[in-house]
C-alpha cells in the first residue's frame, strides 16, 4: 500500500459527461501528480500540483482540469468525454516540488469507461 | 484489469534465473532515472532508482546500471520468483517531469 487513496475504483459514463476523479496524497506530501494510461499510450504525465498551485503541466487537453485544495487533495475533472478518453488514471505523490528530487508513489488507479 | 498497451516487448525468464530489463533513453540531460512495477489491477511500483552521477545502485534482489555513454539502463533482477510477474517500466526526469517508457512485461515460467 502505497498512503496515496484514489476514487472511485472504477467509472463508467457516457461520451458528452463529465466526472470527477479524486485523489488524496500520502500523509506529508506537498506534490501530486496525474497520469494516463491507455493501451496505446502507455503512462502520459498530465499534469502537477504542488501545494495547492499548478506547478507542471504535460499532455493534459483542455476538456480536462485540475485542482489541489488546501487539505492537499486533488480532483482531475473529465468534461465532455469521448470514446478515447477511456484509460487508467493514477494519482501520484511526492514531498517536494521538482519532479526529479524524490520518489513519486502511486495510488490504485480509476478505470474509466466511456460508452 | 488490464493496464499495460497491447505491444508490449515480453521476457520469459525460468524461475530462480536472473532477469535483465532493458531501458533506452533519448535526453542526455536526464539526470534521474526509476524503475517501476505494475501488477495488473494495480498502479506503479517503486522499485529503484539512480541518479546520473552514479553508474550503479543495489537493492534487495535489484540492480540498476546506468550507462550514460550509450543512454541505457537496465534492471537486474536476482533469482526471479513467481511474484516478480508484472510489468515494468524505466523512466526519467526530463525537463523536471518523469517520462515513462513503454514497459515490458515479465514472465516466468515455472
Known amino acids: 500500500d502505497s498512503g496515496v487513496t484514489q476514487t472511485p475504483k472504477h467509472l463508467i459514463t457516457a461520451t458528452g459527461q463529465r466526472v470527477t476523479l479524486r485523489c488524496s496524497p500520502r500523509?506529508?506530501?506537498?506534490?501530486v501528480y496525474w497520469y494516463q494510461q491507455s493501451l496505446d499510450q502507455g503512462l502520459q504525465f498530465l499534469i502537477q500540483?504542488?501545494?495547492?498551485?499548478?506547478?507542471a503541466k504535460g499532455n493534459i487537453l483542455e476538456r480536462f482540469s485540475a485542482q489541489q485544495f488546501p487539505d492537499l487533495h486533488s480532483e482531475l475533472n473529465l468534461s465532455s468525454l469521448e470514446l478515447g478518453d477511456s484509460a487508467l488514471y493514477f494519482c501520484?505523490?511526492?514531498?517536494?516540488?521538482?519532479?526529479?528530487?524524490?520518489?513519486?508513489?502511486f495510488g490504485p488507479g480509476t478505470r474509466l469507461t466511456v460508452l | 484489469g488490464e493496464s499495460v498497451g497491447l505491444h508490449l516487448p515480453t521476457l520469459s525468464v525460468q524461475e530462480g534465473d536472473n532477469s535483465i530489463i532493458n531501458c533506452a533513453y533519448s535526453?542526455?540531460?536526464?539526470?534521474?532515472f526509476i524503475w517501476y512495477k505494475q501488477e495488473s489491477g494495480k498502479g506503479p511500483q517503486f522499485i529503484i532508482d539512480?541518479?546520473?552521477?552514479?553508474d550503479k545502485r543495489q537493492g534487495q534482489r535489484v540492480t540498476v546500471l546506468l550507462n550514460k555513454t550509450v543512454k541505457h539502463l537496465s534492471l537486474q533482477i536476482a533469482a526471479t520468483q513467481p511474484g516478480d510477474s508484472a510489468v515494468y517500466f524505466c523512466?526519467?526526469?526530463?525537463?523536471?517531469?518523469?517520462?515513462f517508457g513503454k514497459g515490458t512485461r515479465l514472465h516466468i515460467l515455472p
Open positions: 501520484a505523490s511526492s514531498f517536494y516540488r521538482l519532479a526529479g528530487v524524490d520518489t513519486q508513489y
Open positions: 500523509s506529508g506530501d506537498l506534490s
Open positions: 500540483y504542488y501545494n495547492g498551485e499548478e506547478r
Open positions: 535526453n542526455s540531460a536526464s539526470d534521474y
Open positions: 539512480i541518479r546520473s552521477n552514479m
Open positions: 523512466a526519467e526526469n526530463r525537463d523536471d517531469k518523469i517520462i
